[in-house]
């Protein structure tokens, strides 16, 4: 064990989450060359194989299993560390990731977010917007914009808002197309919408809301609905913050195609005291109370 060095279970960690080196030393910003050093130092240390080297990646042997869980309970107890000894503004420099969905992430947060990076130059905010769930305990986001409450894990969750979605068509289109006074109408009409076994969230399933339609365009990102329906290809289930913005669009049938969702704000328990965590998590959360017009418009 003199040759164990702690550090190496920080390169140990990432590859066991990343399940491959490339990726891995990307999420450290380190080279291929040193996290394989560093992994193979520790193996080499404890004297025995942490993974199972195969074409698609690696995978944790059963003795890389138990050391995962030492590490993350180790990776805890240094964040507990920090939060509670580190200088206030040390502790506001370093990155800051968030996980949000593409719309959220793109429409909302993107051009709202170099606020807060002017009151804090050494803040670094890494902005990953796309369709899919972010796992906190695997640290691919150090804070995660959900459409839904967590039901289990150490994971400390706030509702930032509800927000309701409508159907939405441009102007070219419904002025090229029969008119639509009711929901019998909508028959024959064109629908963009999501590709069926890539929605990422139960919640992201509504074209029952809308009636007996078959979307003919399908995406898994709705940047891309969006852009598809400015553009005049069909009717689109959209979020009202978004369609609104954009200036060709028209709203349809809004009395009679209504839904609401909730976006929840989640952070890990392990990171939420340290305060360039805190202090991002509350920047969002202030800019949807001061936009909540956006959200549920009247």
Same mark, same amino acid.
């Given at each position: 064990?003199?040759?164990?060095?702690?550090?190496?279970?920080?390169?140990?960690?990432?590859?066991?989450?990343?399940? +491959?080196? +490339?990726?891995?030393? @990307?999420?450290?910003?380190?080279?291929?060359?040193?996290?394989?050093?560093?992994?193979?130092?520790?193996?080499?240390?404890?004297?025995?194989?942490?993974?199972?080297?195969?074409?698609?990646?690696?995978?944790?042997?059963?003795?890389?299993?138990?050391?995962? =869980? +030492?590490?993350?309970?180790?990776?805890?107890?240094?964040?507990?560390?920090?939060?509670?000894?580190?200088?206030?503004?040390?502790?506001?420099?370093?990155?800051?990731?968030?996980? $949000?969905?593409?719309?959220?992430?793109?429409?909302?947060?993107?051009?709202?977010?170099?606020?807060?990076?002017?009151?804090?130059?050494?803040?670094?905010? =890494?902005?990953?917007?796309?369709?899919?769930? #972010?796992?906190?305990?695997?640290?691919?986001?150090?804070?995660?914009?959900?459409?839904?409450?967590?039901?289990?894990?150490?994971?400390?969750?706030?509702?930032?808002?509800?927000?309701?979605?409508?159907?939405?068509?441009?102007?070219?289109?419904?002025?090229?197309?029969?008119?639509?006074?009711?929901?019998?109408?909508?028959?024959?009409?064109?629908?963009?919408?999501?590709?069926?076994?890539?929605?990422?969230?139960?919640?992201?399933?509504?074209?029952?809301?809308?009636?007996?339609?078959?979307?003919?365009?399908?995406?898994?990102?709705?940047? $891309?609905?969006?852009?598809?329906?400015?553009?005049?290809?069909?009717?689109?289930?959209?979020?009202?913050?978004?369609?609104?913005?954009?200036?060709?669009?028209?709203?349809?049938?809004?009395? @009679?195609?209504?839904? +609401?969702?909730?976006?929840?704000?989640?952070?890990?328990?392990?990171?939420?005291?340290?305060?360039?965590?805190?202090?991002?998590?509350?920047?969002?959360?202030?800019?949807?109370?001061?936009?909540?017009?956006? #959200?549920?418009?009247?």
């Amino acid at each position: 064990m003199s040759d164990f060095n702690w550090n190496d279970l920080r390169y140990f960690l990432a590859v066991a989450r990343a399940g +491959t080196l +490339t990726t891995a030393a @990307q999420r450290l910003r380190a080279d291929h060359t040193t996290v394989s050093r560093r992994v193979s130092a520790l193996e080499e240390a404890l004297r025995v194989t942490l993974f199972e080297r195969r074409p698609s990646g690696l995978t944790l042997t059963a003795q890389g299993e138990r050391l995962k =869980q +030492t590490a993350e309970a180790m990776e805890s107890a240094a964040f507990l560390a920090q939060s509670m000894v580190a200088d206030g503004d040390l502790s506001l420099s370093g990155a800051v990731r968030i996980g $949000a969905p593409d719309g959220f992430g793109s429409c909302f947060l993107a051009p709202r977010i170099g606020a807060l990076c002017q009151r804090h130059p050494d803040l670094e905010v =890494q902005l990953v917007a796309m369709p899919r769930v #972010f796992s906190l305990s695997k640290r691919e986001a150090d804070i995660a914009i959900s459409l839904s409450c967590p039901q289990e894990g150490r994971l400390y969750a706030r509702k930032l808002t509800d927000y309701r979605l409508g159907l939405y068509a441009s102007a070219g289109y419904l002025e090229s197309h029969p008119a639509i006074a009711d929901r019998a109408d909508l028959a024959g009409h064109s629908f963009i919408s999501y590709i069926d076994d890539l929605i990422f969230a139960p919640e992201l399933d509504y074209v029952q809301a809308i009636g007996d339609i078959a979307p003919r365009i399908k995406s898994s990102s709705l940047v $891309a609905q969006v852009n598809a329906t400015v553009a005049g290809a069909g009717l689109c289930m959209l979020p009202a913050f978004i369609a609104r913005a954009e200036a060709s669009l028209r709203p349809v049938l809004p009395e @009679q195609v209504s839904i +609401t969702r909730s976006f929840w704000l989640i952070v890990h328990e392990d990171m939420r005291s340290l305060a360039r965590i805190a202090m991002t998590a509350d920047f969002i959360a202030d800019a949807v109370r001061r936009e909540q017009g956006l #959200f549920l418009p009247h």
